[in-house]
Structures are given as C-alpha cells and as structure tokens.
C-alpha cells in the first residue's frame, strides 16, 4: 500500500528565512504527488502538484517542489517565509492507478517575527 | 460556482445518536470522498464514489455508511455515535480522469459526548 512519510511535524521559521517542509513516498512506479495548505478553521487547499513532465513544479505563494525519483522525495520549498505562510501543510500521493489518495500525517509550519 | 459545501458546520452528539453530514458540489465532479482530520494523524479516508450509484471504502469505514443517488450529492451517516468519532470532517471532489487535483469544503466539526 502507498505511505506517505513526512518529517518534522513542527517546523519553526524566521520570517524572511528558507522554508523546506520534508516529504517522501513509497512506490515503487513514480505516483501523482501533491502539496496541500490548510489554514486555521479551514479546508485544505492545493498549493502544487507533479503528475507528469518538469520535476521542479512552481505552485501558488512562491512555493515549489521537487520531484526526485532516486530518492522518493517531493520536498516543498519557500526562499523567503512570509508570516502568512503559517499552516498546516500536507504532502499526499495518488497511485497511477487507483482511485485513491493517500495524505501524511500533516507539518506544522510555524512563522517566527 | 460554490465549489464543495458542506453542511452542518458544527454539530454536538450524544452516545448513540445517529446523523448525517451533508456534502454537495457542482462541478459535475465523477469522484467524491469524505475524510475524518485527527490532531497527527494526517487525513484518513473514510469512503469514495467515483461516480453514481458506485461506493467503495478507505481506510477507516467502520461506524459511517454513504450512498450516491446523485452526481452532485455524497452524504454520509454516523448510524451510532461513538466518542472515537469526534473528530473533523471533510467533504472532497475531483474529476476522476484528469490531474487528480481535490477540492476540499470547508469540514464539519463534529463532538460526541
């Protein structure tokens, strides 16, 4: 069965620092992947995904992800954090063929002044 | 388009009470979930439709039916509350045969006594 591992359920930043939120699967035939926001009192929302073609996606408030293979990994990354920023973020995984889609268990990201 | 709703927002239950949590979306979406979100436990799926008529489980079916008359509707029903079943809900839709992005409504907040 698919698993998603993310790592660091808390993750504290400085606002204006380098966010990097972990995330890896395991498959073995590269999946859908998928980056969620969610925040306070709120459904979660797409922030990227990597279905097919460039491994390096771009999604919405200057968030982006690699997709790398060799290491089953689909890191999200922020040059900059923004106090906005902070959320509860989701990595999840769709298998190519089935219908299902499986979430990690969630980081919480944390924006210091 | 209102997207995914979900209705009631909050509810309070008592032990062995029964209920049913509305979902609905209108963007003539083939695929609908319902998820239950616990404090580290990521998202878990609780069942699917990928379309009318069809229902299948996920992860954590026991206590909850759905059904699917309708392409727009996907409720589902608690049949005996339970104090496990406190938790928050979430309602998604995605097109079935595309890039598997979910849209997510807004949860139900759900406490049983």
Known sequence: AQSVTQLGSHVSVSEGALVLLRCNYS??????????VQYPNQGLQLLLKYTTGATLVKGI?????EFKKSETSFHLTKPSAHMSDAAE????????SGSRLTFGEGTQLTVNP | NAGVTQTPKFQVLKTGQSMTLQCAQDMNHEYM???RQDP?????LIHYSVGAGITDQGEVPNGYNVSRSTTEDF????LSAAPSQTSVYF????REFSSYEQYFGPGTRLTVT
């Open chain 1, 89 to 96: 973020y989701f990595c999840a995984v769709k298998e190519t």
């Open chain 1, 61 to 65: 408030n200057g968030f982006e992800a």
């Open chain 2, 91 to 94: 309602c998604a839709s995605r």
């Open chain 2, 33 to 35: 979930s319902w998820y």
């Open chain 1, 27 to 36: 498959s073995s035939v590269p999946p859908y992947l998928f980056w969620y």
């Open chain 2, 75 to 78: 409720p589902l029903r608690l």
């Open chain 2, 40 to 44: 580290g436990m990521g998202l878990r």
